[in-house]
């Protein structure tokens, strides 16, 4: 998996990003054989200050593969816990969108196979 970190208006200590790429790499695992072929970018910034100001972080991540894009973002005190958040987020688009793939291949296969005895 490719990695990709940018930090706008933020200064990101090397434990600190060591650490958002450990937690936000393990959604890649629910990618199965396209894990390799996968790009995390990860954006970390200042909230903005006209809201939440207790909350000065927003961190924003995009896995690439194939032709699917997964996306979340998180406004929180710190970027471990928006890293949690985020990564929360995206395992559940991935999860969403495996399901939508395999109900549609079940569907498809059982109206084959209802064409299929059409001759009964």
């Known amino acids: 998996?490719?990695?990709t970190i940018k930090a706008t208006k933020y200064t990101l200590s090397p434990e600190a990003e060591a650490s958002l790429?450990?937690?936000?790499s393990a959604a890649a695992r629910l990618l199965?054989?396209?894990?390799?072929r996968a790009l995390l970018e990860i954006e970390i910034e200042s909230a903005p200050p006209?809201?939440?100001?207790?909350?000065?972080c927003r961190l924003a991540a995009r896995i690439s593969v194939n032709d699917d894009v997964f996306y979340a973002v998180a406004v929180k005190p710190n970027p471990?816990?928006?890293?949690d958040r985020v990564r929360g987020e995206l395992e559940a688009e991935i999860r969403r969108s495996r399901?939508?793939?395999r109900?549609?291949?079940k569907r498809g296969g059982a109206a084959l196979k209802k064409m299929l005895r059409f001759g009964r």
């Open 103 to 105: 109900k549609l291949f």
């Open 80 to 83: 471990e816990t928006a890293a």
């Open 50 to 56: 006209e809201g939440r100001s207790s909350e000065p």
């Open 21 to 24: 790429k450990e937690r936000l």
């Open 1 to 3: 998996m490719n990695i």
């Open 32 to 36: 199965g054989d396209d894990a390799d």
């Open 99 to 101: 399901g939508r793939a």
